[in-house]
Nanobody, 121 residues
């Protein structure tokens, strides 16, 4: 059974940084497209960043230049380093695995429970 567990969320002031982690069990990231999504109250799930099997990385325009995605296949863990955080980045951040198109949440098979990120102004 595949399980994804996010960690690293919290409360931070605008301009601050956080690093999210997503640890997987029961599946190796190496064979997957994996990604980060976020969902704010009353809004649809939004693509943040993803990595294809070949290591290619992709970012939403809203986070490009501020967020960095990485993956440690040996540890089966994916990370999202978030710098220069803004209040509009406030959301529950979810990691996903088993994807076919990194930016399309409908193509992912496995999801974590999410971690809350709150950015105060």
């Amino acid at each position: 059974q595949v399980q994804l567990a996010e960690s690293g969320g919290g409360l931070v002031q605008a301009g601050g940084s956080l690093r999210l982690s997503c640890a997987a069990s029961g599946r190796t990231f190496r064979s997957d497209a994996t990604g980060w999504f976020r969902q704010a109250p009353g809004k649809e799930r939004e693509f943040v960043s993803g990595i294809y099997r070949n290591g290619g990385t992709y970012y939403a325009d809203s986070v490009k230049g501020r967020f960095t995605i990485s993956r440690d296949n040996g540890k089966n863990t994916m990370y999202l380093k978030m710098n220069s955080l803004k209040p509009e980045d406030t959301a529950v951040y979810l990691c996903a695995a088993g994807g076919r198109i990194v930016a399309d949440f409908r193509t992912y098979d496995y999801w974590g429970q999410g971690t809350q990120v709150t950015v105060s102004s």
